[in-house]
C-alpha cells in the first residue's frame, strides 16, 4: 500500500509559496512524472476525493477507440455509460457499452457487478493492468464510483492513445452522507440547471441532493391540491422594479420533480426535499392567508433576513401539511424529508390569542415547546408514510422524536448535543460549510458574504467533534455544504460559490482522516480544475488570482506586495508582458519606482492558474481606494457584498456592513490634499433582520433630504475632515459622484472613517470608490 508519498510533515504546513513550489517539484519528481519508467505515487494520480488504498503497479494500460467497454450485471449499465459520458467530454473518443452475460478475463475494461464481493454498498475495487481494467462492486453505488475514479486517472489530452498508470484501488467512503443543499427559493434555478449540478456532485461522489424548495421568497414544488401554492407563492414582485409591477417566478412541476429525481439516482444521488417549517412560510403564507397566525394577507417577500411569518397551529395548517407531504412523500423515493425547523422567531405565536390559547390548552409551557409539538405532528405524518424526519438544529430545543435526524447548522453545537441524545447528526455547519460565504478578499469576487471561508476552512473541517464518545461518533452520518442564493442569482455565481471548495468537501466526506492533508490536496487540485474546464464546470477564478498591494514609500516609489490566495507560486513582470515561469518569481514585496505596471500571476507545474492580473501603479492610483480596499469600521452585525440591481450588467459590487454602514481607510496619505472625491451607489434596502435590528447604530443626523457624505479622522468620533450633501438624483447605473472639501490642515497618514447621514432607507448610500485630490494637481 502506497499512500499520499508526497505528505509535508507538518512543521511545513504554513510555508510560503516558493517552499511548496520547491515540494510540488520534489513530488512530480518522486511521482514518476519526469521519469515514467517509476510507478506514479497517489498523489500525482490527482485523484479527488482521495481513494482509501491505492496501489501503483508499473506499466500502463493503452485506452483508445477500439478499447472494449464492457458490464456485467444490468446494474452496471449506469456505471459504465458514466464512464463513456465522461470520457466523450473529456478526451473525445466514444466508447459504446456492451453487456457481457457473465463476467470474463478478456482485454478491454469491464464493469462488474459481484453482489458476492465482500464489499459495502458505495465500495469498490479497480484495477487497471497493461490488458484488462477492471472495477468490481457488490452493489450499484460502489461501481459508479469506480467509474468516476477511473475517469479521473486519465491523463490530460485528447490523444488517441490514453496511456492510464497501473494501479490497484481499493475503496471505500467515511460517510454514507456527503450532501450538497440549494435553495431554489431566494434564487429559482431551471431543471437543467439543477441537472448540471448534480453531474457535478457524481464526479465528486457526493451522493445527497439536500433541496430547499420552500422560503418567505417562494414556494418552488408543485403541490396538486394546492395550486396557489406555485401560482401565487412562486412569484414575487422584482427587487429592482419596486411598485412597477414586474414579477419573478419559477417553480418546479410534478413531472420535473420526477424526472430530477431519476437524474439523481441514475448518479446515485438521493434527493431530500425541504418544506420549511413553522417559519420561512411567508409564501406559502401568501398562496393560502389562513395558514398565517396574524390574519394578514402578505406578498411573497422579496426581503432578505429573518422573516416573522409563522404558520399557525390550528388543525386546518395540520390538514394541509399532511396533504402537502403526502404528495412530496410520492415524488422522493428516498428515506428522508427535511422539515425546515430554523429561525422561527415567535413574535406572532406570543402575540396571537388564538394561538396562545391552543397552547394552554396543549398545556404546553411556551412557544419553543409548540414549536415542538408542532415538529413532531409532522414527524407522526412522515412515520405514516415510511419516511425519517430531518431538520435543521432548532428542532432541538423542545422535545424531539428519538427517531429524528439534526442538521446542525448553528456551527457543531446542535451537532454535539443530538448525538449525545441519540439521534443521528449531519454536520453542515455555518460558517465553515455555507459556501455563500466567498472564499477570498480578492476584488474579483461576486456578490455574496464577505467574510471569508476560504478552501483551507473547508478542508480543515471535521465533522466528527472530539468531544464524542465513539459510541456517539456513530450517529454522525457526514456533512453538507449549502448553497444558499440569498446573494447568488445564476448558475455562473452557483459554480463560482461550489467550486473548488466542493472537492475540499467531497474529500472530507470520501477520504479516511488520517490520509487527508491539505497541501497535497492543493497540489492535486490544478488537475481537478483541468477535469472542470473538460466537463464545462464554472469554478471560482479568484482563489487562483494575484492580488496587489501598493503603498506609497515617498520619492515617487511604492512598496507592492503580491499574493496568491491559496499560496500558489507567483511569477511577475514589471513594465513587460505576462508573466511565465521564466519570470521572476515573486518572494518579498517590491520596492518600485512610479509609474509602474505590473503583470503577475499563479502557476502550479508550470501551467498559469488564473488569467495574469496586470495593474498600473501611480500616484493617482495610490491615492484611490476602491470599497475592496477599505475595511468595515462595524465590529458586528452582517456585511454583505451587494449587487447593484439597476445594473447587475455593468457588475457593481459594494461591500457594506447593512446594520451600521461605515468604511475605513487606515493610513489614508493626506499631505497636500485638497479635495475628496467619492462615488457611492443608491441601493434598495431590503433586509429583515428579527433580532438583530436592536444592534443597528444611530445614523448621524441629516441636514439635508438625501442625507450627507461625512468623512472623520483618527476613528468614527474624530473631527470632520469633509463633508457634502448627497444628490437628489443618481445616474442610470444607480451612481453619484461628489466632491468634500477637505476642511482640516490635516497632514501625514490618517485613518479616515467614511459614512453617510441619515436614515434612507428603503435606500441606502454605499461606498464605491474614494479619492484623495491633491490641492495643487502640481
Ligand atoms: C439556515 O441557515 N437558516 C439553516
Redesign the pocket.
Known sequence: MMRSACRTSPHVTSFHGWLRSATLTACLLLAGVLLPERPASAQSLALIPMPAHVTQEKGRYTLDATTRLQYSGQASASAADEFARLLARSHAISLQPTPSSIPTSGAGIEFVLDPTAKLGPEDYRLTVGPLRIEVVAAQAPGLFYGAITLWQLLPPGRDDHIAIPAVHIEDTPRFPWRGLMLDSARHFQSPEQVKQLLDAMAVHKLNVFHWHLTDDQGWRIQILRYPNLTQVGGCREKVDMPGAGSQECGFYTQAQIREIVAYAAARQITVVPEIDVPGHATAAIAAYPQLGTTGQRLPVSNERGIHANLFNVDEGTFEFLDQVLAEVAELFPGDYIHIGG??AIKDQWRASTRVQQRRHELGLADEAQLQAWFITRLEAMLVKRGKRLIG?DEILEGALPASATVMS?RGTDGGIAAARAGHDVVMSP?PDL?LDYLQTDTPGEPAGRPKTVPLRTVYAFDPVPAELTSEQRQHVLGLQA?L?TGDIADLAGLEHAAFPRLAAVAETGWTPQADKDYDTFLARLPTQLRRYRELGIGYASTPFSVVLTAAATGEGRARITLSNPLGYPIHYNINGGPPDTSSPAYRAPLDLALPVTITAAAFADGKVLAAPMSRLIDATTLLRHEDEQLEQCAEDGPVLRMANPRSPEAGGLFNVAILAPCWRWSDAPLDGIGTIRVRAARLPYRFRLGSEEERRRRFLPATTAQGELDIRIDGCDGPRLATAAMPAHVDAEGLATVLAPVRLPARGAHTLCIRFSGDTRPQMWVLDQISLQPTDPE
Do not use: A, H, P
Open positions: 430554523d429561525e435543521w447548522w455555518s455555507y449549502n444558499w
